[in-house]
T-cell receptor, first 118, second 114 residues
Framework: NAGVMQNPRHLVRRRGQEARLRCSPV?????VYWYRQLPEEGLKFMVY????????ESGMPKERFSAEFPKEGPSILRIQQVVRGDSAAYFC????????????????FGEGSWLTVV | GESVGLHLPTLSVQEGDNSIINCAYS??????FIWYKQESGKGPQFIID?????DKRQGQRVTVLLNKTVKHLSLQIAATQPGDSAVYFC?????????????FGTGTSLTVIP
């Protein structure tokens, strides 16, 4: 998976707690994407970030969810006041540059963080 | 919204046979497509990609075919092996879209029978 590192791999939270998921992109990649996957379903786009900027958060719930990709350090997906419906696998992906019509650009995924809300 | 779907949710093939996994998309502006393989408990793994200026691309044991007329994508796996058992997703991207996100279908679960 081209070096995208996610942690924790597994996280258990009680309803109402906060979950923080971290993603370190491939070295040299400045673009990060977060996807959510429910059991037996495909990957749903959540948010696309560059360093210090949120480019597209159209797939992210308006409440309780936030994401950041600071100048230094990993990207963080934060879920406040978790509910059972937040239980899912959260995947991070990275790419080196913006997708263009000419170049195309593959995104590489990490191994995911499995969140279980009890 | 998402515009990618798969024709078959499950596929079983005999070891050594060829596998064909299909994918339909509805956004005619999509110009870049990727096939991913996802094994249980793991992240999606890149298999092969194709841009809209091509209709066929070959890799090692895999071939992707793109038919823009009917907005259809297929992944062909030659001489399928037990290690090919996984869920396969196609993903599309529109480089002229507002964002750079890829949209994924539900996936096809491939089971290889030894």
């Amino acid at each position: 998976n081209a070096g995208v590192m996610q942690n924790p791999r597994h996280l258990v939270r009680r309803r109402g707690q906060e979950a923080r998921l971290r993603c370190s992109p491939v070295k040299g990649h400045s673009h990060v994407y977060w996807y959510r996957q429910l059991p037996e379903e495909g990957l749903k786009f959540m948010v696309y970030l560059q360093k210090e900027n949120i480019i597209d958060e159209s797939g992210m719930p308006k409440e309780r969810f936030s994401a950041e990709f600071p100048k230094e350090g990993p990207s963080i997906l934060r879920i406040q006041q978790v509910v059972r419906g937040d239980s899912a696998a959260y995947f991070c992906a990275s790419s080196p540059r913006y997708q263009t019509r000419v170049s195309g650009n593959t995104i590489y995924f990490g191994e995911g963080s499995w969140l279980t809300v009890v | 919204g998402e515009s990618v779907g798969l024709h078959l949710p499950t596929l079983s093939v005999q070891e050594g046979d060829n596998s064909i996994i299909n994918c339909a998309y509805s956004n005619s502006a999509s110009d870049y497509f990727i096939w991913y393989k996802q094994e249980s408990g793991k992240g999606p793994q890149f298999i092969i990609d194709i841009r809209s200026n091509m209709d066929k691309r070959q890799g090692q044991r895999v071939t992707v075919l793109l038919n823009k007329t009917v907005k259809h994508l297929s992944l062909q796996i030659a001489a399928t092996q037990p290690g090919d058992s996984a869920v396969y997703f196609c993903a599309e991207n529109n480089s002229e879209g507002a964002g750079n996100q890829f949209y994924f279908g539900t996936g096809t679960s491939l089971t290889v029978i030894p």
